[in-house]
């Protein structure tokens, strides 16, 4: 609480600032309070000169009625300040990582004879002049000057300016993590860039402006709404404007300053107030999951996805494959291959070497205090990894073509013995699963294949139960995977998802979107690659990693910063949290008016027809303090709505009738009944000062 | 007494609607969905020009509406000014200007309120030419544009909605005209006169005597109720015998009343492929109409007040041979039917009963309003309703798998807009011009005080939602209100079609979202539950200050 306090009081500044006409007037309900505050304002000025009737026309009740109706003005701008608050701070920090560095700019980069660029001449330039197609090189310890794609070299690259995230993260030429972003800042080694982004428009000067709220464009359903809070001031705004000459008919002409009072209470200031901070605030709740929107319109879109399409790897399996089964081959003992299966991957930092020791360990396998030998790392040229021993023994683990080349080159032979070893690699891979050949090799003889580790897919715990609540929100789950249909069909029945897609290319991805597309749906999908790109750009809500490629980022509407594809769950999530926020305070407002009713038009007219005090049903003090506390009200229920408009109401997926009956219950009839609470309450105060 | 009275009666009247429900809403949807034409229908298209098979866009849907209803007020103005020298004027003069308007924009925007005193005013060939024509033809208009909206709901992706000119016809020879002969048939029966004999001096029994008029009632009476028109042939409407002679006519007139309007539903949820819909929209009718009767029926038989206290019942304005229940079904039924017919003086009713008249209008004339009109309007509210049923699910809002986006909601609000505005403005410029104010107090209102404003209340409000019924105190035969309740009538007729079709051109425009367990569905209890309250609590809002003025502080005495 003491930290919104604190933001309350940083939104002051800019709540007054907000207050020129000329901002206001872009919010129509709040603007009609503003003239009305000035309208009152002016009346309680010239009030004493033209003398005062009863206690609700007097000038303390006016001057009353005038300032709270100035603070509902207040309040309201105050929300929208506090809600870019939040973002100005993030905005702040990555206008940091945008300080202006110097660039080595490449002359005439050629790309086929001189990829490195290392014999062509290099200029400096600022990293502000850069221009789109501009080649630079940078080294370790340098900024990368400006978004952009790794034409050569690799590289590891801190990107924690971004991301948040502080392990550094390989960047290579070529393939889908090409892309770097300006002001992240090169570990290691040496890389050609092609500058990708025009100067003001990098990825950062983007994310700038969301932040900020600058760039915030009003989405379709918020437009929608805004017509019909204008639609109902109008309305108020006919039945308060002719209350005059109606009630005068009867001698019963309320002051202005009480039909400012009953315009501005029955107009939905609640939500007309709100309305923009919950919009700037869901943009802000997607940041701080590390997801940047590139328009409100993708996040509203979001919360309509009703097909979802995911990739299989690292979305709905664990991004690495496991070790489930070891198979020895004919006459090799189990026990050999266990154990020189775990020790190779005893010092195996992945998580397939990992999920190896583990499995050895599971079936009895014991860890050695020491290992006395060297680590073979794997690398792409040799597509194996293993230990070589102080004794000369070693062990090689990889591909079954890698090991069996290994092998042969040892001396290995025996036809049989490599079909063996084909049959079980190609069982294996029928499957879905990789196989995994180990070898053992004694000093100065032939090595011998020992069998092979059965790598599999291993379905996320959990995200059955998650397919599950998407499906009863109506969201379809379609899962997409290179693997074949049997394989991909395994995994799909596993997982729960509706439907997969097996063997995809990119066309047949465009061609499904394209497919859902026509039959009036929704659809979001995550991708990284380039050949993702005209998917991410079909789909409705395309959301491209960040370790992608930059021609990905800019094909998709949202860019998840983390590269993690299940976040799409929580991105629909937060789509539909922001409808809901703006419905149940919509809700909420028009609710109130029923009791604001119940105060308010008694008090205008029970003195010329007593009758109407048997509507007086709060028992409220008097005309003057019944109006006044009505007014109050209004005002302060937006202050203490402001932490739900930034929040968000709760969302929690099921069916659209529950979540519609609950809604109901809480902001329909909370609305209709808080306020004779609220008001009830406010009048026992106001009723303790003089002259109310 | 009266209370088993006014159940048994809605018993049956319930019985009635549940059957004709089916058979007539699915007759009317064939009607406007068949491809085959009559061959009277081919002979008038011929004659008028019309391309009977030729598509129209909303546009041009509505250049059809628009010029068809200008020439029917220019030819039922003429038909007035011209009835000196028309034959059957049963000696009547020429109607004057100001009336004339008034009459013919109240019989093409199916109001029917009348400033005048037909029975001494109206000959034989304007009832019949001029008005009778419109009874027919006006009802046919709401009933083509109500089609044209479920049209756009159940096409896809089109830019048309269907051809005006043949769903004018089809709706006025395939539905109104087959049916009001039956119901004119039945209502002779039932001792209705249909007669050309002109006024027939008789002696009364106290040896006085007494001009009795005849003329084609009964078939002027099928009509008027089953188009929900409700200009009566004689002054003071089904309250007079030859109108309306026995309880069982009256009940029988009712049934009329409803008849099209609750069975548009089921042709609603035909059209759409969704008959479930048909019955949430019924369900949304019905309920309102049942509580406000209850609530009419109530006020009336508990007769608050002084006058009924002393005279041990509401029973001043209305009619012996029907009684307080009967009096309050039928009240409730014309002013929720934008019919505006009565067997009783709302003028007289308990405060609060006259209120429910009042509020009963208010609600825009949707449950089950008029013909065609009723079912439009409940479907806009719908969409009023969807978008923020919608938001409060987390979806963009969508109804029959059309998205109501910024378009929809800027032309269901500007619908929702106009009647109110009308009603408040008219009600209010009647006592904020002095001079106006001094007419409308000094000529028009018999009964000063609150009384007198929900007369004037009352005016514009019957004007607006094209009802037609008066609370009779008040003399509307002035320059003011014969032009000011002329605009009512005109704006609150056209503004919304203008919007209605609008809506249906941008909805046909949509292709179809399917459905899916995000989506919220509309054919349970839980939207038709809050269907109404989007209808009881919008209304109740606007209206709340000006009923507190008027029948609220009368009553709350």
């Known amino acids: 609480m003491s930290m919104f306090t604190s933001q309350l009081a940083t939104g002051i500044p800019g709540a007054f600032r907000k207050l020129d006409p000329r901002v206001m007037w872009k919010n129509p309900v709040m603007f009609i309070v503003e003239v009305g505050a000035a309208l009152t304002t002016l009346i309680a000025i010239v009030q004493p000169f033209l003398g005062s009737g009863d206690a609700a026309g007097s000038v303390a009740f006016t001057w009353g009625i005038a300032v709270w109706l100035w603070l509902t003005v207040l309040f309201a701008n105050l929300a929208e300040a506090v809600a870019e608050g939040r973002g100005k701070a993030q905005a702040a920090s990555l206008r ?73 993260v390989v960047r290579e030429s070529g393939g889908d993590r090409s892309a770097v972003t300006g002001g992240t800042r090169v570990l290691s080694d040496r890389i050609v860039v092609r500058i990708t982004s025009k100067p003001g428009e990098t990825f950062v000067d983007r994310m700038i402006r969301l932040v900020e709220g600058a ?62 901070a919950i919009g700037i605030a869901g943009m802000d709740r997607l940041v701080q999951h590390n997801v940047l ?133 190609d069982a294996i891979g029928e499957l879905g699963g990789t196989p995994l050949v180990v070898a053992v090799r004694e000093p100065g003889r032939p090595a011998q294949i020992l069998g092979v580790v059965y790598l599999k897919d291993i379905v996320k715990e959990g995200i059955a139960t998650r397919f599950a609540e998407l499906r009863s929100m109506g ?202 609470i609220g008001i009830k309450l406010i009048d026992l105060v106001v009723s303790l000062i003089p002259g109310f | 007494m009266e209370t088993w009275l006014a159940v048994a009666q809605f018993a049956t009247l319930a019985l009635a609607i549940a059957l004709i429900y089916r058979p007539l809403g699915d007759f009317m949807a064939h009607t406007f969905t068949s491809a085959k034409h009559l061959k009277v229908e081919r002979g008038l298209y011929r004659v008028v020009g019309v391309a009977p098979d030729s598509e129209q866009s909303w546009g ?85 544009v109500a089609i044209a909206l479920i049209r756009g709901f159940s096409r896809r992706s089109t830019g048309t909605l269907g051809n005006f000119w043949v769903d004018l016809t089809r709706g006025t020879f395939r539905v109104l005209l087959p049916l009001s002969f039956i119901a004119a048939i039945v209502l002779i ?104 009767l209850a609530a009419l029926t109530t006020f009336e038989i508990i007769g608050a007040g002084t006058g009924p206290m002393a005279a041990g019942g509401a029973l001043e304005g209305k009619e012996q041979r029907f009684g307080v229940a009967a009096s309050a079904l039928f009240g409730s039924t014309s002013t929720l039917t934008s019919t505006g017919a009565v067997n009783s003086m709302h003028d007289s009713f308990t405060s609060l009963g006259g209120m429910m008249t009042m509020f009963n209008m208010m609600l825009g004339e949707i449950a089950p309003g008029g013909i065609g009109a009723g079912l439009y309007g409940m479907l806009v509210i719908a969409i009023i309703t969807v978008f923020i049923a919608g938001l409060l699910v987390g979806r963009t809002p ?44 000094g000529t028009s209102i018999w009964n000063p005080g609150l009384h007198g404003f929900s007369e004037v209340l009352y005016a514009f409000t019957s004007a607006a939602n094209n009802n037609g019924s008066a609370f009779a105190g008040i003399t509307a035969n002035t320059p003011w209100f014969n032009t000011a309740l002329g605009v009512a009538m005109l704006l609150g007729r056209f503004i919304p079609i203008v919007f209605v079709l609008a809506l249906a051109g941008s909805l046909a425009a949509q292709g179809r979202i399917p459905v899916t367990a995000g989506t919220l569905p509309t054919h349970r209890p839980q939207f038709v539950g809050l269907l109404v309250g989007v209808v009881v609590i919008v209304v109740a809002l606007t209206y709340f200050p000006v009923l507190a003025l008027g029948p609220l502080a009368e009553g709350l005495q």
């Open chain 1, 96 to 168: 940091k990582t945008r300080t202006s560095t110097m660039a080595v700019r490449v002359v005439d980069y050629d790309p086929a004879h001189d990829p490195a660029a290392e014999r062509a001449t290099t200029t400096q330039v600022a990293s502000a002049d850069l221009r789109l197609g501009d080649t630079v090189v940078v080294v370790a310890g340098e900024l990368v000057p400006g978004d952009g794609d790794i034409v050569h070299g690799i590289a590891s690259v801190d990107e924690s300016a971004i991301t948040g995230e502080s392990a550094p």
């Open chain 1, 215 to 276: 760039s915030r464009q009003k989405t379709p359903n918020e437009i929608a709404l805004n017509i019909l809070l204008a639609s109902l001031s109008i309305i108020f705004l006919i039945v308060v404007l002719t209350l005059g000459p109606i009630a005068g008919y009867s001698d019963a002409a309320p002051s202005v300053a009480v039909l400012v009072a009953l315009l501005v209470c029955l107009i939905p200031t609640t939500i007309g107030a709100l309305l923009s």
């Open chain 1, 293 to 425: 929107a590139m328009s409100g319109r993708a996040v509203e879109a979001a919360g309509d996805v009703t097909t979802l399409l995911m990739d299989k790897t690292g979305t709905i399996t664990y991004g690495n494959r496991r070790a489930s089964e070891l198979r020895s081959l004919v006459g090799v003992d189990n026990i050999a291959l266990r154990d020189a299966a775990a020790l190779s991957s005893l010092s195996d930092p992945t998580p397939e070497g990992k999920s190896i020791v583990d499995l050895a360990e599971q079936q009895g396998f014991r860890r050695p205090s020491t290992v006395d030998g060297e680590i073979v790392p794997f690398t792409a040229q040799t597509r194996m990894s293993g230990i070589d021993f102080a004794d000369g023994r070693q062990i090689r683990k990889g591909a079954g073509s890698a090991v069996t080349a290994w092998a042969r080159e040892t001396g290995t032979k025996g036809s049989s013995l490599f079909d063996e070893l084909q049959e079980q690699t």
């Open chain 1, 475 to 676: 969201i379809r789950t379609v899962m997409v995977t290179g693997d074949n249909p049997l394989t991909a069909k395994a995994i799909a029945a596993e997982a729960g998802v509706d439907d997969y897609l097996a063997e995809a290319t990119p066309e047949d991805k465009l061609a499904l979107i394209r497919r859902e597309q026509e039959g009036g749906r929704l659809v979001a999908m995550t991708g990284d690659g380039t050949n993702d790109a005209p998917a991410l750009a079909q789909a409705d809500v395309g959301v491209a990693m960040n370790t992608g490629t930059s021609a990905a980022k800019e094909a998709g509407n949202m860019v998840d910063l983390d590269s993690d594809p299940t976040k799409l769950i929580d991105i629909v999530a937060i789509g539909k949290q922001l409808l809901i926020t703006r419905g149940a305070l919509t809700t909420f407002s028009i609710a109130n008016d029923v009791a604001k009713y119940f105060a308010i038009i008694p008090a205008m007219f029970a003195a010329v027809f007593p009758g109407l005090a048997l509507l007086n049903i709060m028992q409220l003090h008097s005309p003057a303090s019944a109006i006044l506390s009505a007014v109050i009200f209004n005002a302060l229920v937006i202050v203490v709505l402001i932490p739900l408009a930034l929040r968000g109401v709760k969302y929690r997926p099921m069916s659209a009738s529950r979540i519609l009956s609950r809604n109901l219950l809480v902001y329909g009839l909370g609305g209709v009944i808080a306020p004779f």
């Open chain 2, 60 to 144: 041009a849907y509505l250049r059809g509406v628009l010029a068809f209803s200008l020439i029917g007020v220019l030819l039922v103005y003429l038909i007035q000014r011209l009835q000196a020298v028309l034959p059957y004027s049963l000696g009547f003069p020429a109607i004057p200007e100001g009336l004339s308007f008034n009459t013919a924009v109240s019989f093409v925007t199916n109001t029917n309120w009348q400033s005048y005193s037909p029975d001494v005013t109206m000959g034989y060939t304007v009832q019949l030419i001029g008005l009778a024509v419109q009874n027919f033809v006006s009802a046919g208009v709401g009933l083509a």
């Open chain 2, 189 to 292: 029966a039932g001792g209705v006169i249909q007669n050309f004999s002109g006024f027939t001096d008789v002696t009364t029994l106290t040896g006085g005597t007494q001009s009795i008029p005849g003329g084609p009632v009964a078939s002027q009476e099928a009509i008027k109720l089953l188009g929900n028109n409700g200009g009566g042939f004689f002054n003071v409407n089904s309250a007079h015998p030859f109108e309306n002679p026995t309880p069982w006519t009256d009940l029988f007139e009712i049934v009329l009343m409803l008849a099209i309007p609750f069975s548009l539903p089921r042709t609603f949820g035909t059209m759409v492929g969704d008959k479930r819909q048909g019955y949430a929209v019924l369900a949304a009718m019905g309920t309102i109409f049942v509580v406000s």
């Open chain 2, 398 to 441: 969508e109804y029959l798998g059309k998205k109501i986006g910024p378009r929809e909601i800027k032309l269901a609000s500007l619908y929702i807009l106009t009647t109110p505005v009308l009603v408040l403005l008219g009600t209010a410029l009647s006592f904020a011009i002095p001079a106006v104010r001094a007419d409308v107090e």
